[in-house]
C-alpha cells in the first residue's frame, strides 16, 4: 500500500533554534517527492521539489534531502522564525497511479517560539 | 488573478441542504484538483480533472458529491443533502501537468460548516 509518514507530528521550538521533520514512504513507482508548508487557515504552498536523482534541495533557510534507498526524506529548518510556525506536509507522486498521482503524509505541526 | 481562487471562503448551511463550491484556476493549468481537509487530519483526495474530464473519481465520499469542470477552466464542487459529517475545509488546486513536473498550486479552501 502506497503510504506517507510523517515524524513528530507536532515539535515545539525556540525561535532561532534549527529542527529536522521526518518523512518515510512506501511509494512505487517513485517520481518526486514534495513538501509543503500550510500557514493556519491556508492552502499548502510548496517548498521543494526532489526526483530521485536528487540528494538535497534548498530554499532559502529550508533544506530537504532524500534517500532513495531508505525511502526517507527530511526537512532541516535553520534559525527558526516565528513565521516558520506552520504545518509542514510531505508528498510523494508516482508514475501511473490513481489520485493523480499523488499521496500526502498527514503533516508535522511546528510552533516556534520566541 | 495571479493565483487559485476559491469561494466562498466560508459557508455555514444547515443539514440537508444542497452546497456548490467554486475553484478558479490558474490560467492554462490544465489539471485540477480537489480535496478535503478535515480538522488534525492530512488531505483527502476527492478527483482530480485533466481538462474538462475526470479520469479518477474515486475519492468522492458518496454519491452526494459531484464535480464538473467547464471550459478547461473553472471547477464547482457540488454536496447535496449536506451530513455533518461534510464539515471540512475543502481544498482545490491546479498544475500545468498532472504527471510529475511542477507543483501544485493551492487555493486557500472553502470552509464548510453543517449545523
Known amino acids: 500500500k502506497n503510504q506517507v509518514e510523517q515524524s513528530p507530528q507536532s515539535l515545539i521550538i525556540l525561535e532561532g533554534k534549527n529542527c529536522t521533520l521526518q518523512?518515510?514512504?512506501?511509494?512505487?513507482?517513485?517520481?518526486?517527492l514534495r513538501w509543503y508548508k500550510q500557514d493556519t487557515g491556508r492552502g499548502p504552498v510548496s517548498l521543494t521539489i526532489?526526483?530521485?536523482?536528487?540528494n538535497t534541495k534548498s530554499n532559502g533557510r529550508y533544506t530537504a534531502t532524500l534517500d532513495a534507498d531508505t525511502k526517507q526524506s527530511s526537512l532541516h529548518i535553520t534559525a527558526s522564525q516565528l513565521s516558520d510556525s506552520a504545518s509542514y506536509i510531505c508528498v510523494v507522486s508516482l508514475y501511473g497511479g490513481s489520485q493523480g498521482n499523488l499521496i500526502f503524509g498527514k503533516g508535522t505541526k511546528l510552533s516556534v517560539k520566541p | 488573478g495571479a493565483g487559485v481562487s476559491q469561494s466562498p471562503s466560508n459557508k455555514v448551511t444547515e443539514k440537508g441542504k444542497d452546497v456548490e463550491l467554486r475553484c478558479d484556476p490558474i490560467?492554462?493549468?490544465?489539471?485540477l484538483y480537489w480535496y478535503r481537509q478535515s480538522l488534525g487530519q492530512g488531505l483527502e483526495f476527492l478527483i482530480y480533472f485533466q481538462g474538462n474530464s475526470a479520469p479518477d473519481k474515486s475519492g468522492l465520499p458518496s454519491d452526494r458529491f459531484s464535480a464538473e469542470r467547464t471550459g478547461g477552466s473553472v471547477s464547482t464542487l457540488t454536496i447535496q443533502r449536506t451530513q455533518q459529517e461534510d464539515s471540512a475545509v475543502y481544498l482545490c488546486?491546479?498544475?500545468?501537468?498532472?504527471?510529475?513536473?511542477?507543483?501544485?498550486?493551492f487555493g486557500d479552501g472553502t470552509r464548510l460548516s453543517i449545523l
Open positions: 490560467s492554462g493549468h490544465t489539471a
Open positions: 526532489m526526483t530521485f536523482s536528487e
Open positions: 518523512c518515510n514512504y512506501t511509494v512505487s513507482p517513485f517520481s518526486n
Open positions: 488546486a491546479s498544475s500545468l501537468v498532472v504527471r510529475g513536473g511542477g507543483p501544485q498550486h
